[in-house]
């Protein structure tokens, strides 16, 4: 059966960016990306959640970080030039990406925000992301997802 392609999966096949794709059974509700990770076969250190914080400016950043790790909101708003950052309302992910919380892909978003990707993303072959839908994820080289979300690399975890 083939598998309907994301607005992500669309934006990487117009830039002939090779990907693959990961599926995973969301019945549970465990959709967190510890849990993904574990049901796409994958190690903690491959896989990468997006998050989306907000600016003193009220500019939106998204940073991609593995997800075992956390958000360091210090770093982040000293890689975005800004005085800090927060997290925005999960209320809001959809209002402001276009994605929901646990599909929510950092390719593709509604607008192209400044993006930065974890630097130990530049450590391993393959990233795999959320492909802005829950259950699906999609692997791609770290330079590959660097180029097509314009991201910068930058030290932001805790």
């Not at 990961?22 to 509700?29: H, I, P, R, V, W």
């Not at 999960?90 to 276009?98: A, F, L, M, N, S």
Request: glycine share 6%; with cysteine.
């Amino acid at each position: 059966m083939a598998q309907a392609k994301t607005n992500a999966m669309r934006i990487l096949d117009a830039q002939k960016i090779h990907y693959e794709v990961l599926t995973y059974e969301n019945k549970d509700g465990k959709i967190d990306g510890v849990s993904v990770a574990e049901k796409v076969g994958k190690e903690l250190k491959e896989v990468y959640k997006t998050l989306v914080t907000q600016g003193t400016s009220k500019n939106l950043y998204v940073f991609v970080i593995p997800v075992a790790e956390e958000l360091n909101l210090k770093k982040a708003a000293k890689a975005a030039g800004e005085k800090s950052v927060e997290m925005i309302p999960v209320k809001d992910i959809q209002k402001w990406t276009g994605y929901i919380r646990g599909g929510c892909s950092p390719v593709g978003m509604k607008k192209q925000y400044r993006t930065f990707i974890d630097q130990s993303s530049s450590e391993i072959e393959a990233i795999v992301v959320s492909a802005g839908k829950i259950g699906m994820q999609i692997v791609l080289a770290p330079d590959q997802l660097k180029e097509i979300t314009n991201a910068e690399l930058a030290d932001v975890i805790k």
